[in-house]
Protein backbone atom coordinates (compact mmCIF):
# COMPACT_ATOMS: atom_id res chain seq x y z
CA UNK A 1 0.00 0.00 0.00
CA UNK A 2 1.04 3.15 -1.06
CA UNK A 3 2.12 6.16 2.01
CA UNK A 4 1.60 9.27 1.06
CA UNK A 5 2.41 12.55 3.25
CA UNK A 6 2.10 16.09 1.30
CA UNK A 7 2.46 19.15 3.00
CA UNK A 8 1.04 22.53 0.55
CA UNK A 9 0.78 25.84 1.59
CA UNK A 10 0.13 29.34 -0.73
CA UNK A 11 2.63 30.44 -3.68
CA UNK A 12 3.82 33.03 -1.67
CA UNK A 13 4.82 31.10 1.54
CA UNK A 14 5.12 27.30 0.13
CA UNK A 15 7.09 24.16 0.84
CA UNK A 16 5.64 21.03 -0.54
CA UNK A 17 6.94 18.03 0.17
CA UNK A 18 5.80 14.81 -0.96
CA UNK A 19 6.69 11.51 0.91
CA UNK A 20 5.82 7.81 -1.28
CA UNK A 21 6.28 4.34 -0.91
CA UNK A 22 5.02 2.64 -4.08
CA UNK A 23 2.98 -0.57 -4.10
CA UNK A 24 2.91 -3.40 -6.27
CA UNK A 25 0.50 -3.88 -8.46
CA UNK A 26 -1.41 -0.43 -9.71
CA UNK A 27 0.40 1.07 -6.94
CA UNK A 28 2.99 1.55 -8.96
CA UNK A 29 1.52 3.64 -11.35
CA UNK A 30 -0.53 5.68 -8.86
CA UNK A 31 2.53 6.61 -6.89
CA UNK A 32 4.17 7.93 -10.24
CA UNK A 33 1.17 9.87 -11.24
CA UNK A 34 0.80 11.86 -7.75
CA UNK A 35 4.80 12.71 -8.14
CA UNK A 36 4.70 13.62 -11.22
CA UNK A 37 1.31 15.85 -10.44
CA UNK A 38 3.39 17.59 -7.50
CA UNK A 39 6.67 18.40 -9.34
CA UNK A 40 4.66 20.16 -12.20
CA UNK A 41 2.70 22.13 -9.28
CA UNK A 42 5.94 23.05 -8.04
CA UNK A 43 7.68 23.96 -11.04
CA UNK A 44 4.01 26.34 -11.58
CA UNK A 45 4.61 27.78 -8.61
CA UNK A 46 8.58 28.45 -8.96
CA UNK A 47 7.77 29.45 -12.00
CA UNK A 48 4.94 32.25 -10.82
CA UNK A 49 7.28 33.53 -7.90
CA UNK A 50 10.23 33.80 -10.32
CA UNK A 51 8.08 35.86 -13.28
CA UNK A 52 6.48 38.23 -10.31
CA UNK A 53 9.57 39.06 -8.62
CA UNK A 54 11.19 39.69 -12.28
CA UNK A 55 8.94 42.41 -13.31
CA UNK A 56 8.18 44.13 -9.90
CA UNK A 57 12.02 44.31 -8.08
CA UNK A 58 14.89 45.31 -9.44
CA UNK A 59 18.68 46.20 -7.89
CA UNK A 60 21.81 48.13 -8.54
CA UNK A 61 25.07 48.49 -6.58
CA UNK A 62 27.01 51.84 -7.33
CA UNK A 63 28.89 53.95 -5.42
CA UNK A 64 28.74 52.36 -1.84
CA UNK A 65 25.21 51.70 -1.61
CA UNK A 66 22.43 48.66 -2.96
CA UNK A 67 19.24 50.31 -4.15
CA UNK A 68 16.52 47.59 -4.46
CA UNK A 69 13.44 49.28 -6.28
CA UNK A 70 9.86 47.61 -5.88
CA UNK A 71 6.40 48.10 -7.02
CA UNK A 72 4.00 48.01 -4.43
CA UNK A 73 0.30 47.81 -3.87
CA UNK A 74 -0.38 48.42 -7.49
CA UNK A 75 -3.78 48.56 -8.62
CA UNK A 76 -5.30 50.41 -11.88
CA UNK A 77 -3.41 53.45 -12.02
CA UNK A 78 -1.90 53.85 -8.26
CA UNK A 79 0.62 52.20 -5.99
CA UNK A 80 3.81 53.17 -4.71
CA UNK A 81 7.56 52.66 -5.93
CA UNK A 82 9.40 51.34 -2.57
CA UNK A 83 13.45 51.95 -2.69
CA UNK A 84 15.82 50.53 -0.45
CA UNK A 85 18.83 51.45 0.00
CA UNK A 86 21.71 49.64 2.04
CA UNK A 87 25.22 50.64 2.38
CA UNK A 88 27.69 48.01 1.46
CA UNK A 89 29.92 48.90 4.11
CA UNK A 90 29.30 49.20 8.21
CA UNK A 91 29.27 52.46 9.96
CA UNK A 92 28.14 54.48 6.77
CA UNK A 93 25.11 56.25 7.05
CA UNK A 94 22.69 58.03 4.03
CA UNK A 95 21.19 61.74 4.26
CA UNK A 96 17.84 63.07 4.62
CA UNK A 97 15.34 63.56 2.09
CA UNK A 98 15.59 66.84 3.88
CA UNK A 99 19.20 67.86 3.47
CA UNK A 100 19.52 70.59 0.63
CA UNK A 101 20.39 69.62 -2.80
CA UNK A 102 23.55 71.15 -2.61
CA UNK A 103 24.18 69.32 0.81
CA UNK A 104 25.36 71.65 4.11
CA UNK A 105 28.18 73.64 3.61
CA UNK A 106 28.80 71.28 -0.08
CA UNK A 107 28.89 68.01 2.40
CA UNK A 108 26.09 65.09 1.74
CA UNK A 109 23.29 65.05 -0.77
CA UNK A 110 19.74 64.05 -0.04
CA UNK A 111 17.91 60.68 -0.67
CA UNK A 112 15.63 60.71 -3.03
CA UNK A 113 13.49 59.22 -6.29
CA UNK A 114 11.62 60.89 -7.99
CA UNK A 115 9.62 60.10 -11.31
CA UNK A 116 9.40 61.13 -14.80
CA UNK A 117 7.42 59.77 -17.93
CA UNK A 118 5.10 57.79 -17.85
CA UNK A 119 4.84 58.19 -13.71
CA UNK A 120 3.97 60.95 -11.70
CA UNK A 121 4.35 61.05 -7.80
CA UNK A 122 0.88 60.98 -6.21
CA UNK A 123 2.32 62.89 -2.37
CA UNK A 124 5.69 62.81 -0.95
CA UNK A 125 7.27 60.20 -0.35
CA UNK A 126 8.01 58.50 3.35
CA UNK A 127 10.89 57.27 5.10
CA UNK A 128 10.88 53.95 7.42
CA UNK A 129 14.04 56.10 10.02
CA UNK A 130 14.17 58.62 11.92
CA UNK A 131 16.28 62.12 11.16
CA UNK A 132 19.97 62.28 13.25
CA UNK A 133 21.39 65.78 13.38
CA UNK A 134 25.07 65.31 13.74
CA UNK A 135 28.07 67.10 13.89
CA UNK A 136 30.71 66.25 10.83
CA UNK A 137 34.73 67.35 10.95
CA UNK A 138 34.52 70.88 8.89
CA UNK A 139 31.04 71.70 8.75
CA UNK A 140 30.04 74.03 11.55
CA UNK A 141 25.88 73.27 11.08
CA UNK A 142 24.48 69.86 11.91
CA UNK A 143 23.74 67.88 9.20
CA UNK A 144 20.76 65.73 8.80
CA UNK A 145 21.35 62.17 8.11
CA UNK A 146 19.35 58.77 8.84
CA UNK A 147 20.98 56.06 11.43
CA UNK A 148 23.65 53.94 9.94
CA UNK A 149 22.84 51.06 7.55
CA UNK A 150 19.25 50.60 5.28
CA UNK A 151 16.81 52.91 4.49
CA UNK A 152 13.76 52.11 2.92
CA UNK A 153 11.75 55.26 0.94
CA UNK A 154 8.13 54.89 -0.20
CA UNK A 155 6.85 57.30 -3.23
CA UNK A 156 3.43 57.10 -3.88
CA UNK A 157 2.83 57.11 -7.89
CA UNK A 158 0.21 57.03 -10.52
CA UNK A 159 -0.12 56.21 -14.24
CA UNK A 160 -0.11 59.68 -16.30
CA UNK A 161 -2.60 59.59 -18.99
CA UNK A 162 -6.45 60.43 -19.06
CA UNK A 163 -7.79 57.85 -16.84
CA UNK A 164 -4.01 56.29 -16.46
CA UNK A 165 -4.73 54.38 -19.09
CA UNK A 166 -1.14 55.58 -21.06
CA UNK A 167 0.94 52.81 -22.32
CA UNK A 168 4.92 53.27 -22.03
CA UNK A 169 8.04 53.73 -20.30
CA UNK A 170 9.09 56.00 -17.13
CA UNK A 171 11.80 56.69 -15.30
CA UNK A 172 12.47 56.18 -11.29
CA UNK A 173 15.61 59.07 -10.67
CA UNK A 174 17.78 57.73 -7.74
CA UNK A 175 19.81 59.88 -5.83
CA UNK A 176 21.86 59.60 -3.25
CA UNK A 177 24.96 59.68 -0.99
CA UNK A 178 26.51 57.66 1.98
CA UNK A 179 29.02 58.88 3.89
CA UNK A 180 31.36 57.83 7.23
CA UNK A 181 32.00 60.20 10.18
CA UNK A 182 35.34 59.26 10.23
CA UNK A 183 36.29 57.89 6.56
CA UNK A 184 34.69 60.49 4.56
CA UNK A 185 32.08 60.16 1.65
CA UNK A 186 31.45 58.26 -1.26
CA UNK A 187 31.03 59.96 -4.46
CA UNK A 188 27.34 60.68 -4.52
CA UNK A 189 24.96 59.20 -7.22
CA UNK A 190 22.56 62.17 -8.82
CA UNK A 191 19.61 61.31 -10.44
CA UNK A 192 20.31 57.56 -11.77
CA UNK A 193 17.46 56.38 -14.58
CA UNK A 194 15.69 53.35 -13.78
CA UNK A 195 13.09 52.24 -16.78
CA UNK A 196 9.46 50.90 -16.07
CA UNK A 197 6.97 49.78 -18.36
CA UNK A 198 3.69 51.90 -17.16
CA UNK A 199 -0.10 51.68 -18.57
CA UNK A 200 -3.23 51.59 -16.18
CA UNK A 201 -3.24 47.99 -15.08
CA UNK A 202 0.62 46.92 -14.23
CA UNK A 203 3.67 48.44 -13.46
CA UNK A 204 6.79 46.46 -14.33
CA UNK A 205 10.36 46.34 -14.27
CA UNK A 206 11.73 45.47 -17.82
Not at 109 to 121: D, I, K, M
Request: glycine share 10%; hydrophobic share 40%.
Amino acid sequence: MARTTTRTRTCSRTSTRTRAAFAPRGGRLAGAALALFVTAGLTSCSAVKAEQSARAVTRFTQNGVTVTLAVAGWKDDKGSLKATFTPTEAGYHLYSTDLPADGVEGVGRPTSVAVAGGLSADGPASVDAEVLRINLPGVESKVPVYPDGPVTLTLPVRAEGEGGASAGTAKALISYASCNAEEGCNIPVLDRPVILDVTGKTLTFP
